[in-house]
């Protein structure tokens, strides 16, 4: 599976060139609905996004070497939890957008795969342990060590 980094600075290729062409307020509806899930894997969202009026020619012209095909597809392999961090970067970038004065540059897709990178250094550990000598480890920091079983009444070693 295709991790939330990995295609965050193409994903955001896509939302600039929407936000460019057909404004942010389409952006800003988009993250509502990938947040809401109604954007499901394989539905055609950017082909629909991009090829508006049902016209064969795209409006929108694409850098070489993508598509709309391409979008979707990356967006389709996003979890539920990738497809909210998603949503929350694009909706912070749309609003820098809007903060802006009309005479400064729009906030490029640099800035907007900036954004999606954050939200994805997220982690979220679910652990459970029990009896003697258990343990619940989510993250360790480097060099470690634990030690369990102590040999005294006292519960040394633990």
């Known amino acids: 599976m295709i991790s939330l980094p990995e295609i965050s600075a193409e994903l ?5 060139l929407a936000a460019g062409t057909l404004g942010t307020a389409l952006v800003g509806s988009a993250a509502q609905r990938v947040a809401d899930g ?7 969202y950017f082909r629909r996004l991009f090829r508006r ?23 389709g392999t996003l979890s539920a939890e990738d497809r909210l961090r998603l949503a ?3 909706t912070a970038w749309v609003g820098e957008h809007r903060d802006r004065r009309p005479e400064e540059a ?5 800035r ?4 999606i990178a954050a939200k994805a250094h997220t982690t979220t550990y679910n652990v459970t342990a029990h ?8 993250s360790v920091g480097h060099g470690a060590t ?4 102590g040999s005294g009444r006292d519960g040394a070693g633990a």
């Not at 955001?12 to 600039?16: E, L, P, V």
């Not at 049902?54 to 979707?72: F, H, I, N, T």
């Open 38 to 44: 109604s954007i499901e894997a394989g539905q055609g």
């Open 106 to 110: 729009h906030p490029g897709e640099a």
């Open 112 to 115: 907007l795969a900036e954004l």
């Open 146 to 149: 634990f030690h369990f079983g």
């Open 12 to 16: 955001a290729t896509y939302f600039s």
């Open 131 to 138: 009896g003697p000598n258990s343990a619940a480890i989510g």
């Open 88 to 90: 929350e970067a694009l």
């Open 53 to 75: 009026d049902g016209g064969e020619d795209s409006p929108v012209e694409l850098p070489e070497g993508r598509s709309e095909e391409r979008a979707d597809e990356l967006l």
